[in-house]
């Protein structure tokens, strides 16, 4: 199994940017697609982006593309989000993790996860 935690959370203005840290360990990342979910208070969980292993192609939820974008050193076992032009509906806690399968298509697909860190995003 792989153990992640994420980092880089705080408050950033609308228009701002902040970049999101992964770090994972236990066994190597390279058997690992590495997905960003986020939750808002009263809402569910929704998925982010990810970037898998092989053939390492990224995805992203429609609402996020050209802001978001998900890269990944396996050689450091990290991964990052890259999140720019943030807006307040952007504010969610979020959590990194990860799956055995190269384009895992939901939630239960994904056997591990980070605490999360919490991005808030003010007008």
């Known amino acids: 199994q792989v153990q992640l935690v994420e980092s880089g959370g705080g408050l950033v203005q609308a228009g701002g940017s902040l970049r999101l840290s992964c770090a994972a360990s236990?066994?190597?990342?390279?058997?690992?697609?590495i997905a960003w979910f986020r939750q808002a208070p009263g809402k569910g969980r929704e998925f982010v982006g990810l970037?898998?292993?092989?053939?390492?192609?990224?995805y992203y939820r429609n609402s996020v593309k050209g802001r978001f974008t998900i890269s990944r050193d396996n050689g450091k076992k990290m991964v990052y989000l890259q999140m720019n032009s943030l807006q307040p509906e952007d504010t969610a806690v979020y959590y990194c993790a990860a799956s055995g399968l190269t384009l895992p298509g939901n939630p239960s697909d994904y056997h591990s996860w980070g605490p999360g860190t919490q991005v808030t995003v003010s007008s």
């Open positions: 236990g066994r190597t990342l390279n058997d690992y697609t």
């Open positions: 970037v898998s292993w092989n053939p390492g192609r990224t």
